[in-house]
Nanobody
């Protein structure tokens, strides 16, 4: 069973950038679709980006992050990245990665079987 760990969060000023990493252990990402989610205080967890498995992995983005965030995968490192640019205070949240052994990804929480611990992103104004 693959285990996921998100990292790379921190404090950044509005307009800045961060790169989050989702590393797999106990297995490989091969065959897994990976999603990134975030949960802000008082709000429900929302899907913001995902990438399917395989060499021609399709990606999806929530409207709130489209054009600012980029998801990518490095199977050699067993890691999926979320590059976050032009950060806004409303991006402040705990960020989680999740995986499912299926080629396609989805931005719905129920799609995924495996969840990592969150990493906190705080964007100051």
């Amino acid at each position: 069973e693959v285990q996921l760990q998100a990292s790379g969060g921190g404090l950044v000023q509005a307009g800045g950038s961060l790169r989050l990493s989702c590393a797999a252990s106990g297995g490989t990402f091969d065959g897994y679709a990976i999603g990134w989610f975030r949960e802000a205080p008082g709000k429900t967890r929302e899907g913001i980006s995902c990438i399917g498995s395989g060499g021609d992995a399709t990606t999806y983005y929530a409207e709130s992050v489209k054009g600012r965030f980029t998801i990518s995968s490095d199977y050699a490192k067993n890691t999926v990245y979320l590059q976050m640019n032009s950060l806004k205070p409303e991006d402040t949240a705990d960020y989680y990665c999740a995986g499912v052994l299926f080629p396609r990804c989805h931005l719905g929480r129920g799609w995924y079987d495996y969840w990592g611990q969150g990493t906190l992103v705080t964007v100051s104004s």
